[in-house]
Each structure stands twice: as structure tokens, then as C-alpha cells.
């Protein structure tokens, strides 16, 4: 009788299989057929913000090889593809007149999608704003809220029911506070009070977007991606069950609670008052707005995250936690919150844990505390140290362990009642890898970068097998 770890699982009928990319990431061609410019080509082209200064200037080239791309994606086999939009492809400065070359692109990959029978699932912001709208203040601004819900109905309308899935953010979290917190991400500020206004707008351009989608595209389903982990003391000591519930409180439950609660949690909002503008910025009714009934979440899971007080790194040393040295991060002083590693768990070329059963426990916790919607696993995924050999190939077993361990972790989840609909796996193709640049690989398929050449990994013909025996 085969373990757990080995036994064939199936997925419910209709489970739709998939990969996930981003713009930014992928598309390159940054000034072409009037594109304008985003906080990523800023942020990229700024001096010691990226691992060996690289930009997505050329990423992988997708935008001029577009039709290679979709003939791989339907090679794959996988009924669905998530990609994102690049807003300053269709509003150059973020408002105003729609640039008719930008949305034809989207209307070509949409249709090569439809034609080789494949569900597009189009996420509408994956971090590319742009840039005329950052300078005018960005998310801490009201405004960009509000022209956000214009672009969401542009492109719907644009698009109709030829798209599947509408998402309207992806992972929030980093947007606000990766780009306005700790400065790692574009814009690349360290300011909490913006980051917490940020989280209050870019909540709000989702509820404002909901309705405008809808309207234009009455028979897709919408719904918001978030970045979502377990975060757990190392020890039983009260300070770090503290520091626990304050960084649950920052990653998850400030987004959780507003859509499936109608408010913010009063401890988050108590612990970031006094912050200008901070949260402020809240006006009466805007939680309504936020809460608007959604058809299903999108949530991305990497790694689960362990942490102790900052003041009690040497007693988590001695537990045996790899403590590494402490890094300047205004989000984890301010929160008293140091991350550690636990001991003997493996960790993926960006340093984050392998846990699965972190996925399954995350899965469940949203089920009994927030809603029993339909859940879309939209990225999930592992950076290894990938090479091509002599022969040609590239052979990655650590991904296809990772990725079969966290679909098991799922299926666990869909056996205790959590109504998982869709897995897809981060990513198609190796490409820009935000600050890190081109020194992290996530892809099904190699790409290598001075050529454009695409090499599919030995993941890509497992995963093939996947989809086509819907399970393991």
C-alpha cells in the first residue's frame, strides 16, 4: 500500500490546470507601440535597486514572440493561463485615452488563448504602475484608486467574456509594503504611513474595480489575488506569540478581514495609529466598497514563515533555528517580528522554506474563518538551481518535488472541505525576477536570456503528464 507521499490522487473534474506570468516579467519591448513607462522601469533603472542592476527592458521577449509562446502553452496541454495586463500599455500615463496598439496585443494573446483552447485568466495590476500617477503620490493617493476602476473597465470592455477569470490585484501585500515599506520593491519608499495608505487604496481600487468589471463583462467571474502564509512562533514564549500575531495581522488578516469581515482588524489598525496618512485615509463607506461580493480568491503560497521576537534571536538560536544576520527592514523592527528558519527543512534558491503543509493549513484556516468561496491556487512554485547540460536538457527534480509535494497539500485541503478549483504554477517561463533580476529561476521552460531561446525543463513534460491524468 503506497504512503501519503506516493499514493495516485485525482482532482475533481474540471480542475483547471495552468501556469501564471506577469507582464514586467516577460514582455520586455518597454517603449514599444506607445507603452509608457512604470515604477519598474524607474525602479530597475535606479542604481543598486536590482541584483547586478538588471531591468525588464528585454525580460524574455514575449511581446514579439508571442505566437511561440502560445504554441508552448498549448504543447503544455493546460486549460488555463494566467497573465497580467500592463496597465501603461493601455493608459501610457495612467489615465485618459486608451492606446488602441497596446489593447490589440491583449485582444492577440486572448484570442491565440481561445483558439488553442485555453481559459485566459487575466490579472489586471502585477505591480506595473504607471509612472506619472507615482509621481502625482502612487497608492497613498485616493486618486490612483479611482483611475485604477477606469483601466479595469477599459480593459474589460475591451476584452468582454473571452476572459475567464478577472483578478484584480496581484499580492497587494508587496505592492504596499514591499514598495512603500521596505523599499525592496518599486517605488522603493520606507515610509509605514504610505504603506498603510497604499494597503487602504489598493483595497479600495479592487472594490471599485468589482462592479466596473462586471458591467463589462457580465459572464466572467472576478476576484483578488493575495500572498498569503502561516506565520507561527518558534517558541511558546508570550513574545513571540506576540510577534506572530502582529506579522499575521501585517500579511494576512489587514486583507483578509476588510473583504470577508467588513473591517480592518481594530488590533493592526490600533498598533499603525498616529501614522501619516497611514489609515487615515479611510473614508465612511469605503468598507462596503472593499467588501463587494467577489466570485472566487486567488491566493499564492510559497512558504510558510516562522518568527520570534527581535530581542530573542539568541534564544531562538539556541532552539535551533538558523537565525541569519539581522537586515534593515522598517516592517519587521516595527513590528518586533524577526523571521527564522526551522531547522532541517530544505529552502529553495531564494532562501524560503519547503513546508507544503503549510498550503493545506492556510487552505483551511480561510474556509473556517473567512469564506467558503471557490479558491484558485494562482502561483505556487520553486527557484532552483537550474543549468542546461551538455546534451542539451535541464533537469529539475527539486521543482517537480516541490510542486508535487504542495499539490498533495491541496488535495488534503479539497479532502477537508475547502473548495479548491484551479492550480496554477509559478512559472511558465524563467524570467525577470523583480529585484533579483535574472538570478532566479521559477520556469516550467528555460529561457535563455541574450537569445530569447526557450528550452523546456524535464518539469515541464512532468507537469504535461499532470494535467493529462488530472493528478499524481
Known sequence: MPDAASRPITFPAGFTWGTATAAYQIEGAVSAEGRGPSIWDTFSHSAGRTRNGDTGDIATGHYRRLEEDLDLLAELGAPGYRFSIAWPRIQPTGKGPVNVEGLDFYRRLVGGLRQRGIAPVATLYHWDLPQPLEDAGGWSERDT??????????????????????????????SAWAGY??????????NLGRASAATHHLLLAHGLAVPAIRAASPASAVGITLNLTPITPATDHPADKA????????????????LFKGAYPEDVLDHYAGLSPGFSVVRPGDLEVIGAAIDFLGVNFYSPQTVVARGRAEEARRAGFNVGPPRPNPIAEDLDSLAVLTPARPVTQMGWEVAPDGLAELLVRIRHDYSALPIYITENGAATEDYVDPDGRVHDPERISYIEAHLRAVHRAIEAGVDVRGYFVWSLLDNFEWAQGY???????????????????????WYQQVVARNGL
Open 145 to 174: 484608486a479611482e483611475r485604477f476602476a477606469e483601466y479595469a473597465a477599459l480593459a474589460a470592455e475591451a476584452l468582454g467574456d473571452d476572459v475567464a477569470l478577472w483578478i484584480t490585484l496581484n499580492e497587494p501585500w508587496c
Open 439 to 461: 538570478a532566479r529561476r521559477f520556469g516550467l521552460v528555460w529561457v535563455d536570456f541574450p537569445s530569447g531561446e526557450r528550452i523546456r525543463k524535464e518539469s515541464f513534460a
Open 181 to 190: 515599506g521596505e523599499g525592496s520593491h518599486a517605488p522603493g519608499d520606507r
Open 243 to 258: 510577534a506572530a500575531s502582529r506579522a499575521d495581522g501585517n500579511q494576512n488578516r489587514l486583507f483578509l478581514d476588510p
